[in-house]
């Protein structure tokens, strides 16, 4: 469909939610249609500036696009955090910095689906983000107000009707549905599709599998032949899109990964191969010509999850030390790691007693630090997600319930937490597709069965 043909189509089915939703009229719809397209503004911003209410747009924003609303008149933004984003970046791609939790970025967008925005601030931040949905009209006046408020020294922006003391975030979900208990259904009467786990594709020899990454064709040959000739299966990428195809089907026993890589980035590419179910066991050695040092080499390992980092030039005797090394300690993660691990740690042990005396505050700080200290628990997730449950802090628990999803897929409990989370912020069918994925992870029948009951009242 031409591009002109797909902003009509959204606009069409943005409309008639609006209308079923009883947000605008059929004929204030058609009206801002056509001065939008007049005006080369989208629809709900012409009906910002036609007096709809912002938070009913968000609302509907929200269910269209599937993601968390914001609604920036009610919104108050520290400007401590603009320096995340320059203005230049904020105002071109239409982004806005709404708050931080732990190492997790809430980012007001016009378009929360569009990845390459994503992975740019992922990336400059070195942080997780967290896409909320954005009225664009408002989000224009909002990023002028909030860098202006900022260059005179204005420590906090508010919008215009955020009243002192309102959170910095508010999720603009007025019209969640009630959700009324119902009577339990027979088990039997229940069938839902499940998608199975995709196992490891078998390969031929028990020699491990290198997946080799670098733009520069000479670095590819000589990585492959000088592998192959000690007896590693070799399979090579060009790019960062290549490698990150390559990874997810292949699922190699290590990945050779150069930094600066066309298409994605290459420490994108590591954050992407880390946070998938399918390839986050896989060890991954950076190489990089360009970011020298320490601290690069730290916050590889810290921030994006690689098990090593190898400057260019580099000995080849070095290299393969390296890669026998990560194997090796890969293979040790994977017998040793588990739940029982995570609680080993004083600090995750502390966060527990905490939380379980009713000392939520100190139980927050306690389980804050065991997840910073290892921000690969995901356990530490977990319990960091309960305790921001208890207090009263529902987005901040939702990211770290979140994140301990990303590591461990079939964290029962944290399933069970999350369609919580996303039930009493007014996501149902977020709720209901964490329950569906809690569903093989139960252990027996009767966990079976309860998911079922709360699956059913969820989607009656």
Known sequence: ???????????????????????????QVEKASVEGRARGEPLCSRLLAMGIDEGDLVSALAEKHGVPGVDLSRTAVAAELLDLVPRAVS??????????????????????????????????????????????????????????ARARGVPLWRGNACASGSPHLQAAIPYAEEVVDAEPIPDTE??????????????????????????????????????????????????????????????PDLVLLDAMLPKVHGFEACRR????????????????????????????????????????????????????????AGGEKAAERGHEEDLLDPRLAKGRELLAAGKVQEAIAALAEAARVDPHSPDAQFQLGRALRAGGDAFGAMTALERSIELAPRHLAALRALAGIYEETGFKRKAAGVLERALPAAPDDAARAAIRRDLMRLIA
């Open 1 to 27: 469909m031409p591009e002109r043909g797909r902003e009509v189509a959204l606009t069409r089915r943005t409309g008639e939610l609006l209308v079923e939703r009883g947000i605008a009229t059929p004929e």
């Open 273 to 328: 191969i880390k946070a998938s179910p399918r390839t986050r066991h896989v060890p991954v050695i950076m190489m990089t010509a360009i970011y020298r040092g320490w601290r690069f080499a730290q916050d590889a390992r810290d921030t994006y999850g690689a098990e090593d980092y190898v400057e260019k030039p580099f000995r080849l005797e070095d290299l393969l030390r390296r890669i026998e090394q990560a194997l090796l």
């Open 91 to 148: 105002e071109g791609d239409l982004i806005l910095p709404l708050s931080l939790e732990g190492d997790r970025l809430h980012l007001a967008m016009s378009h929360p689906a569009d990845e390459r925005i994503l992975a740019e601030v992922r990336f400059v931040t070195g942080r997780e983000v967290s896409p909320y949905v954005a009225c664009r009209g408002a989000l224009l006046r909002a990023i002028g107000e909030a860098y202006e």
């Open 190 to 251: 229940i069938v839902i599709e499940v998608e199975p786990e995709i196992a490891a594709p078998e390969r031929a020899g028990g020699a491990p599998l290198v997946l080799a990454v670098d733009d520069e064709p000479e670095i590819r040959q000589l990585v492959q032949r000088t592998l192959e000739a000690k007896g590693y299966q070799v399979e090579l990428a060009q790019d960062g899109a290549e490698a990150l195809e390559k990874a997810e089907r292949l699922v």
